[in-house]
């Protein structure tokens, strides 16, 4: 039987504001807090009862679908994004933010089937920013269609990106060295502290572009569809096609603006788990 996507993506909206309700009564107050590969790779009570929620309300709905999920993963579940549906979720992309009551962290989920993106949802309720995607139906932010900026000047760009959760040396250094070549050329440097908000904010038209490597698929699968859906073009920081499972991205207002942020950076490739 052929999945429902409009009754899929009604069900999973739900979900996502009953989790939003959530994040957002604690999001004042004091949290337990547990370090997962480091000091600043964090882990709350609420990452993971959020992520409990939405995959056992899908699981409700649609009992063979497949999950990628980061709580999930960082317990020692490997992440493989096969043809089957399949959620990709971070219950909260920005957990420092969390941590500290920065109103910038959100629920980030997107389904995919066939390995293609279909449905995407980032939805920060502490700020009441609700960006849906479907595919071939357009980008919008609390029901307002949205789309890029269009930008196609390099010295006219608002970047996002951020120093991750990892303070490997090798990776410190070339993310210093990219903040070093891009502050020279364009407007300004932006980070929310989201990888999944950095994109939203591309695909609004706040941003004009935005690159990170050392991120994982739930950080940018919902992101994704976004920023096309948008308007905008996601890619590979090297300037080859997305690949979702790669751990980087590059999405831009324009092909053209992409084509010029892509010789300027230096590459890095994380491994699977650094």
Same mark, same amino acid.
């Given at each position: 039987?052929?999945?429902?996507?409009?009754?899929?993506?009604?069900?999973?909206?739900?979900?996502?504001?009953?989790?939003?309700?959530?994040?957002?009564?604690?999001?004042?107050?004091?949290?337990?807090?547990?370090?997962?590969?480091?000091?600043?790779?964090?882990?709350t009570?609420?990452?993971?009862?959020?992520?409990?929620l !939405?995959?056992?309300?899908?699981?409700?709905?649609?009992?063979?679908?497949?999950?990628?999920?980061?709580?999930?993963?960082?317990?020692?579940?490997?992440?493989?994004?096969?043809?089957?549906?399949?959620?990709?979720?971070?219950?909260?992309?920005?957990?420092? %933010?969390?941590?500290?009551?920065?109103?910038?962290?959100?629920?980030?989920?997107?389904? @995919?089937?066939?390995?293609?993106?279909?449905?995407?949802?980032?939805?920060?309720?502490?700020? %009441?920013?609700?960006?849906?995607?479907?595919?071939?139906?357009?980008?919008?932010?609390?029901?307002?269609?949205?789309?890029?900026?269009?930008?196609?000047r390099?010295?006219?760009?608002?970047?996002?990106?951020?120093?991750?959760?990892?303070?490997?040396?090798?990776?410190?250094?070339?993310?210093?060295?990219?903040?070093?070549? !891009?502050?020279?050329?364009?407007?300004?440097?932006?980070? !929310?502290?989201?990888?999944?908000?950095?994109?939203?904010?591309?695909? *609004?038209?706040?941003?004009?572009?935005?690159?990170?490597?050392?991120?994982?698929?739930?950080?940018?699968?919902a992101?994704?569809?976004?920023?096309?859906?948008?308007?905008?073009?996601? *890619?590979?920081?090297?300037?080859g096609?997305?690949? @979702?499972?790669?751990?980087?991205?590059?999405?831009?207002?324009?092909?053209?603006?992409?084509?010029?942020?892509?010789?300027?950076?230096?590459?890095?490739?994380?491994?699977?788990?650094?």
């Amino acid at each position: 039987m052929a999945l429902n996507l409009d009754e899929c993506y009604e069900h999973v909206l739900g979900l996502v504001s009953q989790a939003g309700e959530i994040i957002a009564s604690r999001n004042s107050g004091e949290k337990a807090v547990v370090e997962k590969s480091s000091n600043i790779d964090l882990l709350t009570e609420t990452d993971q009862q959020v992520e409990r929620l !939405l995959m056992d309300g899908i699981l409700a709905k649609y009992a063979d679908h497949k999950f990628i999920g980061e709580e999930e993963t960082s317990a020692g579940k490997k992440a493989e994004l096969t043809d089957a549906p399949t959620w990709i979720i971070d219950p909260v992309d920005g957990t420092m %933010n969390f941590v500290h009551s920065f109103p910038h962290s959100c629920v980030s989920i997107a389904l @995919l089937v066939n390995k293609v993106a279909e449905i995407a949802i980032i939805y920060n309720p502490v700020l %009441n920013q609700k960006f849906t995607a479907r595919r071939g139906q357009g980008a919008f932010m609390n029901g307002t269609q949205i789309r890029v900026s269009g930008e196609t000047r390099l010295e006219h760009a608002l970047v996002t990106t951020e120093f991750g959760t990892s303070r490997d040396e090798e990776r410190t250094a070339i993310v210093l060295e990219n903040i070093g070549k !891009l502050v020279r050329v364009v407007h300004g440097i932006r980070s !929310l502290g989201s990888a999944a908000l950095n994109m939203a904010m591309v695909a *609004l038209g706040g941003a004009d572009f935005n690159y990170e490597a050392g991120i994982h698929a739930w950080d940018i699968a919902a992101g994704d569809l976004l920023v096309r859906e948008a308007g905008g073009v996601c *890619l590979d920081p090297a300037g080859g096609p997305l690949d @979702l499972m790669s751990r980087r991205v590059l999405c831009a207002s324009s092909q053209e603006l992409a084509d010029k942020v892509v010789p300027l950076l230096t590459q890095y490739y994380p491994q699977p788990r650094d």
